[in-house]
């Protein structure tokens, strides 16, 4: 079992930054990649960013390329999301994902086993 626990959110004016962490704990961290995805408000959760289990290889969606930043420290078992140039389309609930699912899309939800409560990111315009 993984334990993920976010933290970060909160509220920021439009074109301001925020950084969002995820803790993991417990067995099978070593062995998951990592993800970030968000869910707007009354919408369906969407693919935001990835990284594989070395680091070396990220993924973004096309909405946040260029201005969001995935990133982990392995050694403190934690994942970041760097968020820069907000915007308030960028309002939502942001959960981390852990988990390695051959055959399926590094972008889909069943490629993650584990995942976070979520924290609010809210932007105002």
């Known amino acids: 079992q993984v334990q993920l626990v976010e933290s970060g959110g909160g509220f920021v004016q439009a074109g301001g930054s925020l950084r969002l962490s995820c803790a993991a704990s417990g067995r099978g961290f070593s062995n998951s990649a990592m993800a970030w995805f968000r869910q707007p408000p009354g919408k369906e959760r969407e693919f935001v960013a990835y990284?594989?289990?070395?680091?070396?290889?990220?993924v973004y969606a096309d909405s946040v390329k260029g201005r969001f930043t995935i990133s982990k420290d392995n050694a403190k078992n934690t994942v970041y999301l760097q968020m820069n140039s907000l915007n308030p389309e960028d309002t939502a609930a942001y959960s981390c994902a852990a988990g390695r699912r051959y055959g399926v899309d590094v972008t889909s939800t069943r490629y993650y086993a584990y995942w976070g409560q979520g924290t609010q990111v809210t932007v105002s315009s």
């Open positions: 990284i594989n289990l070395s680091g070396d290889n990220t």
